[in-house]
Nanobody, 127 residues
Framework: VQLQASGGGLVQAGGFLRLSCAAS????????MGWFRQAPGKEREFVAA????????YYADSVKGRFTISRDNAQNTVFLHMNSLKPEDTAVYYC?????????????????????WGQGTQVTVSS
């Protein structure tokens, strides 16, 4: 299984970005997908997750109302739409995937429940 994240970049505060994560080598439609981020000197933290059906989503409180996670199973891709970006959103963003089974908030929001990880994409928000 390979996950390829893209779409990061430098943006001013208040701006938007759309991250993409393309999956290959798996039955993507059966995978729970998540986004996590890690800022310099900080631990990796949960951002958003979507169930394999797309019907269940969870968000970190810090991004709720500003970020939206979505998936296109026909394209084997999960997206993270990030609006109203803040300097504190600056981090390396990682997509993660795990086959089926993750449907509760506790499991979908915890990094060690995901087996597969992308390489990360840098998001920098200037003030």
């Amino acid at each position: 299984v390979q996950l390829q994240a893209s779409g990061g970049g430098l943006v001013q505060a208040g701006g938007f970005l759309r991250l993409s994560c393309a999956a290959s080598g798996c039955s993507f439609s059966m995978y729970t997908m998540g986004w996590f981020r890690q800022a310099p000197g900080k631990e990796r933290e949960f951002v958003a997750a979507v169930s394999w059906t797309g019907s269940i989503t969870y968000y970190a409180d810090s991004v709720k109302g500003r970020f939206t996670i979505s998936r296109d199973n026909a394209q084997n891709t999960v997206f993270l739409h990030m609006n109203s970006l803040k300097p504190e959103d600056t981090a390396v963003y990682y997509c993660a995937g795990e086959s089926g089974g993750l449907i509760t908030k506790a499991t979908m929001t915890t990094s060690y429940n995901y087996k597969y990880w992308g390489q990360g994409t840098q998001v920098t928000v200037s003030s």
